[in-house]
């Protein structure tokens, strides 16, 4: 099965700053990589797929690049509705999600 | 608008049989371009995938619970149901159903789950 390491785990950060995340596959995935926002209670919400793609209605604040291997994840300016725990997850045999990357404000 | 509602018993004892039906609506089963997932989380955990089915019922299940999981669907009902045996206390989680978007375009081969339902808790204890 192909792992997903994501880093860091957690992540304390101020408004306004420049937030990254890593993804990082047991092997070439090409860009078979989608990431995944979740808030307290709720379901997961797709951000990004195939690796760099932002889903309709998500702020262009949230990007994603990489292929291979290693992927990334930035939010250019944090809000404070970005609070939330960020999952990668491949999808190239068949889907493996990383760990979760929880975000919070400083 | 799509939506996706898991169902099923909130409380099972082990060694019991866990039944899940996601029932959807918004798009059909037979869309040859989507397929529905189950995916769960233990509490403060991590996502883990289990199982999905598209519309020529190709079906996949995750390595490690395949003896234990079966998924079907039924187009009429627009329902997809998972099945679980030998459930365990370490089963407890919310599992949710999700929609799969598969297809190519220009830019090569995309696959997300781009609607979920809201999860439903079971608890596995005697």
């Known amino acids: 099965d192909i792992q997903m390491t994501q880093s860091p785990s957690s992540l304390s950060a101020s408004v306004g700053d420049r937030v990254t995340i890593t993804c990082q596959a047991s092997?070439?995935?090409?860009?078979?990589l989608n990431w995944y926002q979740q808030k307290p209670g709720k379901a997961p919400k797709l951000l990004i797929y195939?690796?760099?793609n932002l889903e309709t209605g998500v702020p262009s604040r949230f990007s994603g690049s990489g292929s291979g291997t290693d992927f990334t994840f930035t939010i250019s300016s944090l809000q404070p509705e970005d609070i939330a725990t960020y999952y990668c997850?491949?999808?190239?045999?068949?889907?493996?999600f990383g760990q979760g990357t929880k975000l919070e404000i400083k | 608008q799509v939506t996706l509602k898991e169902s099923g018993p909130v409380l099972v004892k082990p060694t019991e049989t866990l039944t899940l039906t996601c029932t959807v609506s918004?798009?059909?089963?037979?869309?040859?371009?989507?397929?529905v997932s189950w995916i769960r989380q233990p509490p403060g955990k991590a996502l883990e995938w289990l199982a999905h089915i598209f519309s020529n019922d190709e079906k996949s299940y995750s390595t490690s619970l395949k003896s234990r999981l079966t998924i079907s669907k039924d187009t009429s009902k627009s329902q997809v149901v998972l099945t679980m045996t030998n459930m365990d206390p370490v089963d407890t989680a919310t599992y949710y159903c999700?929609?799969?978007?598969?297809?190519?375009?220009?830019?090569?081969?995309?696959?997300?789950?781009?609607?979920w339902g809201q999860g439903t808790l079971v608890t596995v204890s005697s």
């Open positions: 918004g798009f059909s089963l037979s869309n040859a371009r989507m397929g």
């Open positions: 195939d690796a760099s």
């Open positions: 997850q491949q999808y190239d045999n068949p889907y493996t």
């Open positions: 999700a929609r799969i978007q598969s297809y190519y375009d220009s830019s090569g081969y995309k696959n997300y789950f781009d609607y």
């Open positions: 092997q070439d995935i090409s860009n078979y």
